[in-house]
């Protein structure tokens, strides 16, 4: 079972960088599409970034697209999403997510994720 937790949030200024960490205990995840959404106050949850490691393929939303960077790690079980040059506009609380299988013209449906885990507050300051 898919058992998914953020971490690496936090405060920073713009045009600094985080570096969110999405552990998944149950040891599954390299057999799913792996995630990452975001939701800010008073807004949708919207897609971030995804990764297919079965194709090898990353998919970028087109507002952090050159800034964010989805890559992860088996040995860890971790997936990562880098996130640099950061704007006010970022700020939200962070969701990885994972599910499978998901074609690519869905890889930005919140609905075909079916693990989630609890999230990771970012706020970018200007």
């Known amino acids: 079972q898919v058992q998914l937790g953020e971490s690496g949030g936090g405060l920073v200024q713009a045009g600094d960088s985080l570096r969110l960490s999405c552990a998944d205990s149950g040891r599954t995840f390299s057999t799913y599409v792996m995630g990452w959404f975001r939701q800010a106050p008073g807004k949708e949850r919207e897609f971030v970034a995804a990764g297919d490691w079965g194709s090898g393929r990353t998919y970028y939303a087109d507002s952090v697209k050159g800034r964010f960077t989805i890559s992860r790690d088996n040995a860890r079980n971790t997936v990562y999403l880098q996130m640099d040059s950061l704007k006010p506009e970022d700020t939200a609380i962070y969701y990885c997510?994972?599910?499978?299988?998901?074609?690519?013209?869905?890889?930005?449906?919140?609905?075909?994720?079916?693990?989630w885990g609890q999230g990771t507050q970012v706020t970018v300051s200007s």
């Open positions: 997510a994972a599910g499978r299988p998901i074609t690519d013209r869905f890889i930005t449906s919140i609905k075909e994720y079916h693990y």
